[in-house]
């Protein structure tokens, strides 16, 4: 049986990020994302649509600044006075945001020389699936997009795939572990 690899949305942005051209910690990967391109790596119908979103994120860039944090920090109600610091992100040009869309479109249409992904469509067992998972995020945070990813990762499993979903989300992770899964955070912060 060929072990495979589901990537959430997220984990597939670093993957891309890490592997990029343009990226300053390309050449200088951790032996675990070398690995994990060597292998069969999948993504969901969900994450080819999402991850356009994700990647909008980064090309919008952000104002960053000082704002005030608003935690009770009292039984009372007292608010935490305390300011936090966010860095701006300058906004993408065209060009990048262009590069960053073919890079995309390569890798979907396996003419990548980075790597390359498989696809697993979604269907009306998977939405069955990810209605059943879904009420795992009344215990656990993850959302609705997640449930659909992780419904994908059972499905393969029941029929009788290797999967591992790579994931830094703690709440995914969780869901995972209740439905059996095996997850692996790669990308996890160090």
């Not at 890079?103 to 069955?128: R, Y």
Request: with cysteine; hydrophobic share 40%; aromatic share 6%.
């Amino acid at each position: 049986m060929e072990r495979e690899f589901l990537l959430d949305t997220n984990a597939f942005y670093n993957l891309l990020r890490a592997m990029n051209p343009e990226s300053k910690e390309c050449g200088t990967l951790p032996a675990s994302v070398t690995a994990l391109t060597s292998e069969k790596l999948i993504v969901s119908s969900i994450t080819e649509v999402e991850i356009v979103s994700v990647l909008g994120k980064y090309a919008r860039g952000s104002q960053g600044g000082v704002s005030k944090c608003n935690c009770k920090i009292s039984p009372d109600g007292h608010i935490c006075q305390n300011s936090r610091y966010t860095e701006s992100r300058k906004k993408w040009n065209n060009k990048r945001i262009k590069a960053w869309m073919h890079l995309i479109d390569e890798i979907f249409a396996g003419t990548s020389q980075l790597f390359s992904v498989n696809i697993e469509p979604f269907d009306s067992t998977t939405i069955k699936e990810a209605k059943d998972v879904i009420k795992l995020a009344l215990v656990h945070n993850f959302a609705s997009m997640d449930a659909m990813i992780a419904a994908t990762a059972k499905l393969a499993q029941n029929n009788c795939r290797d999967i591992t979903v790579v994931t830094s989300d703690k709440g995914l992770k969780a869901c995972l572990s209740k439905i059996g899964i095996p997850c692996n955070d790669i990308f996890a912060a160090s």
